[in-house]
Protein backbone atom coordinates (compact mmCIF):
# COMPACT_ATOMS: atom_id res chain seq x y z
CA UNK A 1 0.00 0.00 0.00
CA UNK A 2 1.20 3.11 -0.90
CA UNK A 3 1.25 5.08 2.14
CA UNK A 4 1.79 8.91 1.07
CA UNK A 5 -2.47 10.68 1.23
CA UNK A 6 -3.64 6.98 2.55
CA UNK A 7 -6.11 7.82 5.34
CA UNK A 8 -4.94 5.78 8.26
CA UNK A 9 -6.85 5.89 11.57
CA UNK A 10 -5.13 4.65 14.98
CA UNK A 11 -7.47 3.95 18.07
CA UNK A 12 -5.64 5.44 21.13
CA UNK A 13 -3.92 7.19 19.12
CA UNK A 14 -3.82 10.35 22.18
CA UNK A 15 -0.88 8.93 24.26
CA UNK A 16 1.06 5.74 25.26
CA UNK A 17 2.29 3.56 21.91
CA UNK A 18 -0.69 4.97 20.04
CA UNK A 19 1.18 8.68 19.75
CA UNK A 20 4.29 7.43 18.68
CA UNK A 21 2.25 5.54 15.49
CA UNK A 22 0.44 8.34 14.79
CA UNK A 23 3.73 10.31 14.50
CA UNK A 24 5.20 7.35 12.29
CA UNK A 25 2.46 7.20 10.28
CA UNK A 26 2.28 10.71 9.15
CA UNK A 27 5.82 11.20 8.37
CA UNK A 28 4.92 8.24 6.00
CA UNK A 29 2.82 10.71 4.47
CA UNK A 30 -0.43 9.12 5.97
CA UNK A 31 -3.56 11.69 6.90
CA UNK A 32 -4.03 10.13 10.65
CA UNK A 33 -7.09 10.18 12.13
CA UNK A 34 -6.38 10.00 15.80
CA UNK A 35 -9.19 8.60 17.60
CA UNK A 36 -9.13 8.76 21.33
CA UNK A 37 -11.92 8.94 24.51
CA UNK A 38 -9.75 11.60 25.71
CA UNK A 39 -10.84 14.43 23.14
CA UNK A 40 -7.70 16.81 24.31
CA UNK A 41 -5.28 14.32 23.72
CA UNK A 42 -6.52 13.63 20.27
CA UNK A 43 -6.17 17.04 19.62
CA UNK A 44 -2.90 17.70 21.16
CA UNK A 45 -1.19 14.70 19.05
CA UNK A 46 -2.61 15.55 16.33
CA UNK A 47 -2.01 19.49 16.59
CA UNK A 48 1.66 18.04 16.80
CA UNK A 49 1.35 16.13 13.65
CA UNK A 50 0.44 19.80 12.11
CA UNK A 51 2.86 21.87 13.18
CA UNK A 52 5.34 19.10 12.08
CA UNK A 53 3.90 19.89 8.72
CA UNK A 54 1.98 16.68 8.35
CA UNK A 55 -2.33 16.28 8.20
CA UNK A 56 -4.09 14.76 11.42
CA UNK A 57 -7.79 15.15 12.17
CA UNK A 58 -8.81 14.62 15.94
CA UNK A 59 -12.04 12.36 17.07
CA UNK A 60 -13.49 11.84 20.56
CA UNK A 61 -13.99 7.96 20.13
CA UNK A 62 -14.24 5.24 22.98
CA UNK A 63 -13.63 1.92 21.44
CA UNK A 64 -16.14 0.20 23.68
CA UNK A 65 -18.75 2.38 22.82
CA UNK A 66 -20.13 1.11 19.36
CA UNK A 67 -21.96 4.35 18.32
CA UNK A 68 -18.33 6.06 19.04
CA UNK A 69 -17.05 3.53 16.09
CA UNK A 70 -20.05 4.37 13.94
CA UNK A 71 -19.29 7.93 13.77
CA UNK A 72 -15.44 7.00 13.83
CA UNK A 73 -16.11 5.07 10.32
CA UNK A 74 -18.41 8.19 9.11
CA UNK A 75 -16.23 10.76 9.53
CA UNK A 76 -13.23 8.79 7.35
CA UNK A 77 -15.97 8.54 4.94
CA UNK A 78 -15.75 12.08 4.39
CA UNK A 79 -11.74 12.09 3.92
CA UNK A 80 -12.83 9.24 1.65
CA UNK A 81 -12.48 5.85 3.63
CA UNK A 82 -10.11 3.92 5.70
CA UNK A 83 -7.17 3.01 3.58
CA UNK A 84 -5.54 2.00 6.79
CA UNK A 85 -6.68 1.03 10.49
CA UNK A 86 -4.55 0.68 13.28
CA UNK A 87 -6.39 -0.83 16.41
CA UNK A 88 -4.26 -0.06 18.77
CA UNK A 89 -6.75 0.44 22.06
CA UNK A 90 -6.17 -1.76 24.75
CA UNK A 91 -4.99 -2.65 28.08
CA UNK A 92 -6.03 -4.35 31.41
CA UNK A 93 -5.74 -1.74 33.56
CA UNK A 94 -3.82 -2.73 36.17
CA UNK A 95 -6.55 -3.69 38.34
CA UNK A 96 -6.01 -5.31 42.05
CA UNK A 97 -8.96 -8.11 41.72
CA UNK A 98 -8.27 -10.46 38.74
CA UNK A 99 -10.20 -13.02 36.65
CA UNK A 100 -11.94 -15.27 38.63
CA UNK A 101 -11.97 -13.31 41.31
CA UNK A 102 -12.82 -10.22 39.65
CA UNK A 103 -16.80 -9.21 38.72
CA UNK A 104 -18.17 -10.54 35.53
CA UNK A 105 -18.47 -6.62 34.29
CA UNK A 106 -15.05 -6.05 35.12
CA UNK A 107 -13.58 -8.99 33.30
CA UNK A 108 -15.55 -8.98 30.24
CA UNK A 109 -14.66 -5.10 29.84
CA UNK A 110 -11.14 -6.37 29.19
CA UNK A 111 -12.56 -8.43 26.60
CA UNK A 112 -14.45 -6.24 25.09
CA UNK A 113 -11.49 -3.30 24.77
CA UNK A 114 -9.12 -5.64 23.51
CA UNK A 115 -10.72 -7.85 21.22
CA UNK A 116 -14.57 -7.03 20.62
CA UNK A 117 -13.54 -3.39 19.96
CA UNK A 118 -10.75 -4.10 17.39
CA UNK A 119 -13.18 -6.72 15.59
CA UNK A 120 -15.88 -4.48 15.18
CA UNK A 121 -14.12 -1.61 14.23
CA UNK A 122 -12.70 -3.63 11.33
CA UNK A 123 -16.43 -4.74 10.80
CA UNK A 124 -17.25 -1.64 9.99
CA UNK A 125 -14.09 -0.73 7.85
CA UNK A 126 -14.14 -3.94 5.56
CA UNK A 127 -17.22 -2.75 3.13
CA UNK A 128 -15.71 0.16 2.39
CA UNK A 129 -11.89 -1.64 1.61
CA UNK A 130 -13.60 -4.82 -0.31
CA UNK A 131 -15.32 -2.03 -2.44
CA UNK A 132 -12.35 -0.52 -3.77
CA UNK A 133 -9.82 -3.76 -3.40
CA UNK A 134 -7.84 -2.33 -0.98
CA UNK A 135 -7.09 -1.58 2.86
CA UNK A 136 -4.80 -3.04 5.80
CA UNK A 137 -5.24 -3.06 9.23
CA UNK A 138 -2.93 -3.96 11.92
CA UNK A 139 -3.76 -4.86 15.09
CA UNK A 140 -1.49 -4.62 18.54
CA UNK A 141 -1.50 -7.94 20.68
CA UNK A 142 0.78 -8.70 23.19
CA UNK A 143 3.24 -10.93 24.78
CA UNK A 144 0.47 -11.90 27.23
CA UNK A 145 -0.90 -13.67 24.57
CA UNK A 146 1.40 -16.14 22.96
CA UNK A 147 3.12 -16.27 26.12
CA UNK A 148 2.48 -20.07 28.35
CA UNK A 149 3.11 -19.17 31.67
CA UNK A 150 0.50 -17.48 34.39
CA UNK A 151 -0.62 -13.60 33.60
CA UNK A 152 -1.61 -11.10 36.14
CA UNK A 153 -4.93 -10.43 33.73
CA UNK A 154 -6.34 -14.01 32.31
CA UNK A 155 -8.73 -11.99 30.24
CA UNK A 156 -5.83 -9.57 28.59
CA UNK A 157 -3.68 -12.73 27.66
CA UNK A 158 -7.15 -14.47 26.78
CA UNK A 159 -8.39 -11.40 24.25
CA UNK A 160 -4.94 -10.70 22.57
CA UNK A 161 -4.41 -14.32 21.87
CA UNK A 162 -7.82 -14.33 20.05
CA UNK A 163 -6.31 -11.25 18.78
CA UNK A 164 -3.63 -13.07 16.87
CA UNK A 165 -5.82 -15.84 15.61
CA UNK A 166 -8.43 -13.36 14.77
CA UNK A 167 -5.91 -11.93 12.12
CA UNK A 168 -4.54 -15.57 11.37
CA UNK A 169 -8.29 -16.61 10.71
CA UNK A 170 -8.76 -13.63 7.87
CA UNK A 171 -6.02 -14.53 5.88
CA UNK A 172 -7.90 -15.09 3.19
CA UNK A 173 -9.06 -11.63 2.87
CA UNK A 174 -5.52 -11.15 1.15
CA UNK A 175 -7.37 -12.17 -1.39
CA UNK A 176 -9.69 -9.19 -1.76
CA UNK A 177 -6.67 -6.82 -1.44
CA UNK A 178 -7.57 -6.93 2.30
CA UNK A 179 -4.59 -7.22 4.62
CA UNK A 180 -5.09 -8.09 8.18
CA UNK A 181 -1.76 -8.54 10.27
CA UNK A 182 -0.60 -7.98 13.59
CA UNK A 183 2.52 -7.40 15.91
CA UNK A 184 2.93 -8.78 19.19
CA UNK A 185 5.37 -6.72 21.21
CA UNK A 186 6.68 -7.35 24.93
CA UNK A 187 6.86 -4.74 27.31
CA UNK A 188 7.38 -1.60 25.54
CA UNK A 189 9.86 1.26 26.65
CA UNK A 190 6.99 4.00 27.22
CA UNK A 191 7.96 6.84 29.87
CA UNK A 192 5.65 4.40 32.21
CA UNK A 193 7.21 1.71 31.43
CA UNK A 194 10.77 3.45 31.98
CA UNK A 195 9.82 4.83 35.36
CA UNK A 196 8.50 1.27 36.37
CA UNK A 197 12.01 -0.57 34.99
CA UNK A 198 13.63 2.13 37.40
CA UNK A 199 12.23 0.76 40.38
CA UNK A 200 12.70 -2.31 40.21
CA UNK A 201 15.55 -4.30 42.10
CA UNK A 202 18.53 -5.14 39.97
CA UNK A 203 18.23 -8.54 40.20
CA UNK A 204 14.79 -8.76 39.16
CA UNK A 205 15.50 -6.36 36.12
CA UNK A 206 18.60 -8.56 35.06
CA UNK A 207 16.22 -11.64 34.51
CA UNK A 208 14.02 -9.51 32.03
CA UNK A 209 13.83 -8.82 28.78
CA UNK A 210 15.07 -5.17 27.33
CA UNK A 211 12.06 -3.14 27.15
CA UNK A 212 11.02 -2.72 23.29
CA UNK A 213 11.34 0.83 21.87
CA UNK A 214 8.44 2.58 21.18
CA UNK A 215 10.40 3.38 17.51
CA UNK A 216 10.55 -0.49 16.80
CA UNK A 217 7.38 -1.45 17.24
CA UNK A 218 5.85 1.84 15.02
CA UNK A 219 8.28 0.73 12.35
CA UNK A 220 6.82 -2.51 12.38
CA UNK A 221 3.38 -0.80 12.05
CA UNK A 222 4.56 1.04 9.14
CA UNK A 223 6.30 -1.98 7.58
CA UNK A 224 2.88 -4.38 7.90
CA UNK A 225 0.88 -1.22 6.60
CA UNK A 226 3.04 -0.95 4.02
CA UNK A 227 2.91 -4.59 2.54
CA UNK A 228 1.85 -7.11 5.19
CA UNK A 229 0.79 -10.14 3.91
CA UNK A 230 -2.56 -10.94 5.52
CA UNK A 231 -2.39 -13.41 8.40
CA UNK A 232 1.01 -12.56 8.96
CA UNK A 233 2.06 -11.86 12.59
CA UNK A 234 5.14 -10.67 13.77
CA UNK A 235 6.47 -11.10 17.56
CA UNK A 236 8.94 -8.55 18.81
CA UNK A 237 9.98 -10.38 22.03
CA UNK A 238 13.11 -11.13 23.71
CA UNK A 239 15.42 -8.84 21.34
CA UNK A 240 14.31 -10.19 18.46
CA UNK A 241 11.98 -10.11 15.99
CA UNK A 242 9.92 -13.52 14.30
CA UNK A 243 7.41 -13.94 11.96
CA UNK A 244 5.07 -16.59 13.05
CA UNK A 245 1.94 -18.56 12.13
CA UNK A 246 1.33 -16.93 8.94
CA UNK A 247 0.34 -18.87 5.54
N1 LIG B 1 2.60 -0.78 27.19
C1 LIG B 1 3.14 -1.96 26.92
O1 LIG B 1 4.19 -2.33 27.43
C2 LIG B 1 2.46 -2.88 25.95
C3 LIG B 1 3.05 -4.12 25.66
C4 LIG B 1 2.44 -4.96 24.73
C5 LIG B 1 1.28 -4.56 24.10
N2 LIG B 1 0.72 -3.36 24.41
C6 LIG B 1 -0.50 -2.96 23.72
O2 LIG B 1 -0.23 -1.75 23.03
C7 LIG B 1 -1.43 -0.98 22.93
C8 LIG B 1 -1.17 0.42 23.47
O3 LIG B 1 -0.75 0.29 24.81
P1 LIG B 1 -0.34 1.56 25.71
O4 LIG B 1 0.51 1.04 26.81
O5 LIG B 1 0.11 2.66 24.84
O6 LIG B 1 -1.76 1.94 26.33
P2 LIG B 1 -2.12 3.22 27.21
O7 LIG B 1 -3.06 2.76 28.25
O8 LIG B 1 -0.89 3.92 27.67
O9 LIG B 1 -2.90 4.11 26.13
C9 LIG B 1 -3.19 5.39 26.47
C10 LIG B 1 -4.19 6.00 25.52
O10 LIG B 1 -5.31 5.13 25.32
C11 LIG B 1 -6.50 5.92 25.40
N3 LIG B 1 -7.63 5.03 25.69
C12 LIG B 1 -7.80 4.28 26.77
N4 LIG B 1 -8.99 3.62 26.71
C13 LIG B 1 -9.58 3.97 25.55
C14 LIG B 1 -10.80 3.65 24.90
N5 LIG B 1 -11.70 2.84 25.50
N6 LIG B 1 -11.07 4.17 23.70
C15 LIG B 1 -10.19 5.02 23.10
N7 LIG B 1 -9.03 5.40 23.67
C16 LIG B 1 -8.71 4.87 24.87
C17 LIG B 1 -6.17 6.90 26.51
O11 LIG B 1 -7.02 8.03 26.51
C18 LIG B 1 -4.72 7.26 26.18
O12 LIG B 1 -4.61 8.32 25.24
C19 LIG B 1 -2.48 -1.76 23.72
O13 LIG B 1 -3.25 -2.55 22.86
C20 LIG B 1 -1.66 -2.63 24.64
O14 LIG B 1 -2.37 -3.79 25.04
C21 LIG B 1 1.27 -2.50 25.31
Redesign the pocket.
Known amino acids: MELTGAVAVV ?2 G ?5 AHLVHALAREGCHVVV ?4 AD ?1 AARVAEEVRDGGGRATDVR ?4 VDDDLRALVDLTRGLGGVDLLVA ?4 WGGASEQYPGAEVGDWSAVLD ?2 LRAPMLLLQLCLPSMRARGTGAVVT ?1 A ?2 AGVEAGAYGSPPYAAAKAGLVRITTSLADLGAEGVRVTTVV ?4 G ?1 DR ?1 HREWDALPEDERAGLPALVPPSLVAAEVVALARDGAGGRVVTLLDGERREVLHP
Do not use: K
Not at 88 to 91: H, K, M, S, V
Not at 185 to 188: A, D, F, L, R, V
Open positions: TAGGGLGADRDACDVLNAGGLNVSSPGWILA
